[in-house]
C-alpha cells in the first residue's frame, strides 16, 4: 500500500512505438518524468565504473573525445554488438541498470518533495531488466510493426534492415501487453495520441488519489 505521492508509473514499449511521445505528452500534463534511456547514456559518459566496464566488454576504441575534448562514445558499435550478442546485451544491462535505479530511488524522493502526484518512469526494456519491480502501473505502447520500423527510419536509428534486428532483441510487444496494466495503442496520428494521452492521464490521475484515499 502507498504512504504517499508520487504514484509510480512505468512507460515502456517496443522500438518505435511512440513512448517517449507519449512520455512527453505526460510530462506536459504534470507528471514528472523519470528518462530511463537518457540516465543510461549520461553514465556511460560520466560514471567511471561504468566507463571502465564498457571498455573492458567493447574496447577501449569505442571512447573518444570531441572538438571541446568530451567524451564520446560509439553507440553505433555497441548496438552492433549486443543486438547479435546477448551475453554482451546482458552484461551491459548488468553493468548499468543498478546504476539508473539508484537515479530513479532519487527523482521519487524529489517528487515526493515537490508534491507531484504521478512521476513516469520511461524505459525501453523495463520489464526485462526488472525495472517494474515497486511501480504502481505500467503502461505499454503498442503500434503497427511497418509504422515501427518507419518511424526508427526516420529517427537515424539505422536501416529497415537494423531496426528489425533490434526489434526482433526486444520482447515481442505482444508479451509487453499481456503484462501490462494499461495499454495505449498508436495508430500513427499525433493529435489521436495526444488524446488518447489524455484519457490515460485521467485514468492515472483517478488511480493516484484513490491510492492516497485508502492509506
Known amino acids: 500500500m502507498r504512504h504517499s505521492y508520487p ?3 512505468g512507460v515502456t514499449g517496443g522500438l518505435g512505438s511512440g513512448k517517449s511521445m507519449v512520455c512527453h505528452f505526460l510530462s506536459k500534463m504534470g507528471c514528472a518524468l523519470f528518462e530511463s534511456d537518457r540516465v543510461a547514456k549520461e553514465l556511460q559518459l560520466h560514471d567511471p565504473e561504468v566507463i571502465l566496464g564498457i571498455k573492458s566488454l567493447f574496447g577501449s576504441d569505442v571512447y573518444s573525445c570531441d572538438a571541446s575534448g568530451s567524451l564520446d562514445l560509439d553507440r553505433k558499435k555497441i548496438a552492433s554488438e549486443v543486438f547479435s550478442s ?19 530511488r532519487t527523482a521519487v524522493l524529489n517528487a515526493r518533495n515537490r508534491g507531484i502526484k504521478i512521476l513516469v518512469k ?7 531488466s526488472g525495472g517494474n519491480e515497486g511501480l504502481d502501473a505500467v503502461v505499454v505502447v503498442a503500434a503497427d510493426l511497418q509504422e515501427r520500423v518507419e518511424r526508427a527510419v526516420q529517427k537515424g536509428m539505422g536501416t529497415p534492415e537494423e ?9 515481442p510487444q505482444e508479451k509487453l501487453m499481456d503484462k501490462a496494466d494499461y495499454v495505449l495503442f498508436n495508430r500513427g496520428s499525433l493529435d489521436g495520441l495526444k488524446k488518447e494521452t489524455e484519457s490515460l492521464y485521467l485514468t492515472l490521475l483517478a488511480a493516484a488519489e484513490s491510492a492516497c484515499d485508502n492509506l
Open 122 to 128: 520511461e524505459a525501453a526494456i523495463l520489464f526485462e
Open 163 to 171: 531496426i528489425m534486428r533490434r526489434i526482433a532483441a526486444q520482447w
Open 86 to 104: 546477448s551475453e554482451k546485451l546482458l552484461a551491459l544491462n548488468r553493468l548499468i541498470h543498478p546504476k539508473v535505479y539508484g537515479e530513479f
Open 7 to 9: 504514484f509510480l508509473v
